[in-house]
């Protein structure tokens, strides 16, 4: 695992990466409900972020054959930002009930069920690299 902190305008970005093995997950969610409660976020609002972060990186971990995922984590204003990134071309599937086996299909959706804002920029074959973008207002 990796940590890097930068400065861009104002508020301090926090960037980390971890394997991108669904192991670490329990590393990913426990780092992201810490900067939750650094910033005293309401226990809701902290549950429906650790959530869709989790989802994203447990779609980064099965998907994308990326080494590493990174987290970006950005609050403000109460205002929370968080990106997770990998090395991956995104494969837009719809979920077929009948022919999945109900084995999957659901995170993006949970995703946006639990977020305020979600945004995905799609990695390709001539530009890998998938970035998720999960926002949530705790006013």
């Known amino acids: 695992m990796q940590?890097?902190?930068t400065t861009s305008g104002t508020p301090p970005v926090t960037l980390r990466s971890f394997p991108a093995r669904a192991e670490e997950l329990h590393r990913i969610r426990a780092y992201i409900r810490a900067?939750?409660?650094?910033?005293?976020?309401?226990?809701s609002v902290t549950g429906?972020?650790?959530?869709?972060?989790?989802?994203?990186?447990?779609?980064?971990?099965l998907h994308s054959s990326s080494a590493n995922v990174r987290v970006g984590w950005d609050?403000?204003?109460g205002r929370v930002e968080v990106s997770v990134q990998d090395g991956g071309v995104f494969r837009s599937r719809v979920p077929l009930p009948g022919?999945?086996?109900?084995?999957?299909?659901?995170?993006?959706p949970l995703m946006i069920a639990l977020m305020d804002e979600v945004t995905i920029q799609e990695?390709?074959?001539?530009?890998?690299?998938?970035?998720v973008r999960l926002v949530k207002y705790a006013a």
């Open 99 to 108: 022919l999945d086996g109900g084995g999957g299909g659901r995170g993006i």
């Open 3 to 5: 940590d890097s902190a």
């Open 75 to 77: 609050a403000t204003h």
């Open 35 to 43: 900067e939750c409660e650094t910033g005293s976020l309401p226990a």
């Open 48 to 61: 429906d972020i650790v959530l869709a972060v989790s989802e994203a990186c447990a779609n980064s971990a």
């Open 123 to 131: 990695g390709s074959d001539d530009a890998p690299g998938t970035v």
